[in-house]
Nanobody, 123 residues
Framework: EVQLVESGGGLVQVGGTLKLSCAASGFTFDDYALGWFRQAPGKEREGVSCINCSDGITYYTDSVKGRFTISKDNGKNTVYLEMNSLKPEDTAIYYC????????????????WGRGTQVTVSS
């Protein structure tokens, strides 16, 4: 059974830093694309970043480029999202997801999801 468990969310002030973690199990970690998505209140879920997606690339949505860094530790089966220079518009529930490595950062390509972790950026 595939399991993805996020941690590391919380309340942070504008300009602050948070590092999210996602512990994965139940699949061959090295072979899958891993991604982070977010959903703000009243908005649709959107892709933030993915690693080993689209057959081997790392991708960031424009709004987080230069501020967020995705990484993974294959030995720990864990994917991370380090978020710097946080803005109020980054406030959302952040979800970890896994997909076959051909997947790009579009929702329908990602079959496995965690339950999410809340990130709140206060101004």
């Amino acid at each position: 059974e595939v399991q993805l468990v996020e941690s590391g969310g919380g309340l942070v002030q504008v300009g602050g830093t948070l590092k999210l973690s996602c512990a994965a199990s139940g699949f061959t970690f090295d072979d899958y694309a891993l991604g982070w998505f977010r959903q703000a209140p009243g908005k649709e879920r959107e892709g933030v970043s993915c690693i080993n997606c689209s057959d081997g690339i790392t991708y960031y949505t424009d709004s987080v480029k230069g501020r967020f860094t995705i990484s993974k530790d294959n030995g720990k089966n864990t994917v991370y999202l380090e978020m710097n220079s946080l803005k109020p518009e980054d406030t959302a529930i952040y979800y970890c997801a896994a997909a076959p490595s051909w997947a790009s950062l579009v929702l329908h390509a990602w079959p496995y999801w965690g339950r999410g972790t809340q990130v709140t950026v206060s101004s």
